[in-house]
């Protein structure tokens, strides 16, 4: 793994010396992805053409000795329980209808440029150990995950689903269900991605959590929400 930085931002005068820089890792074959995760990376998708860079950031992880459902948890568990056809495949094996279910998604729940063609197929390219997993009811497709893992971790990549069970809070129940068959897998932790704004604080629903502060783990909840709170002012 090789350590890079871009300068990002400053302030500098008047006795004040703080100076910005996004740092990055380039991985490479000998690296294992569970220690590039547990020193604070994520993988890094905003340019296609470089898919060995990751960048660190506020992440969160579930340690998932400690894992179970909370009341909340339990709620949304009960409307999606043994709903869904659950099949793990490999990024082989994704299909133009799950690929379309994947830009619908994106373009009408985040904006239509987030999810470009180009962006899929990196993602789908990633040298890092992905798995799909689909959720089928009646033969019909009605949401597919992207899993980077292995028998150590695993991590929440990306979701897609039938926004018409969006106010039934599908998506909470993905991530749910995710951290639930990793433990059941017997891996240590799960990764859910970020959590800046207000928006990601949907995550801070599943307990134990750890969030990253760019040097070590912290398991702080309450610090976690206001610092969310305060990026969306």
């Known amino acids: 793994m090789k350590i890079v930085r871009n300068e990002f931002g400053h302030e500098y005068g008047q006795g004040i010396y703080r100076f910005g820089y996004c740092e990055y890792a380039l991985s490479d074959e000998s690296d294992h992805p569970v220690d590039l995760y547990q020193q604070g990376f994520l993988p890094h ?7 060995n860079r990751l960048y660190m950031a506020r992440g969160a992880r579930v340690p998932l000795q400690d894992f179970v459902y909370t ?31 994947f830009f619908d998604y994106f373009a009408k729940r985040h904006g239509p440029r987030v999810m470009p063609v180009t ?10 150990p992905l798995q799909l997993i ?17 028998k150590s971790f695993g991590h929440f990549y990306y979701s897609a689903y039938d926004l018409s ?21 017997g891996r240590e932790h799960y990764y859910l991605g970020t959590v800046y704004g207000e928006k990601a604080l949907y995550k801070a629903n599943l307990e134990p959590l750890e969030f990253w502060d760019g040097s070590s783990w912290v398991t702080d909840v309450a610090l976690l929400k206001t610092l969310a709170r305060a990026d969306s002012k």
């Open 71 to 101: 009341s909340e948890n339990r709620r949304v568990a009960k409307r999606f329980e043994n709903m869904f056809a659950v099949e793990r495949l490999a990024p082989s094996a994704v299909t133009e209808e799950i690929r379309t279910l």
């Open 45 to 51: 998708t905003a340019d296609p053409a470089i898919r």
């Open 165 to 185: 069970l969006v106010q039934q809070s599908l998506g909470m129940w993905l991530m749910l269900d995710g951290a639930r068959q990793a433990k059941e897998a």
């Open 119 to 128: 962006r899929l197929d990196a993602i789908l390219g990633t040298p890092l």
């Open 134 to 150: 689909t959720y089928k009811k009646d033969g019909g497709l009605i949401a597919a995950v992207l899993e980077i893992g292995d």
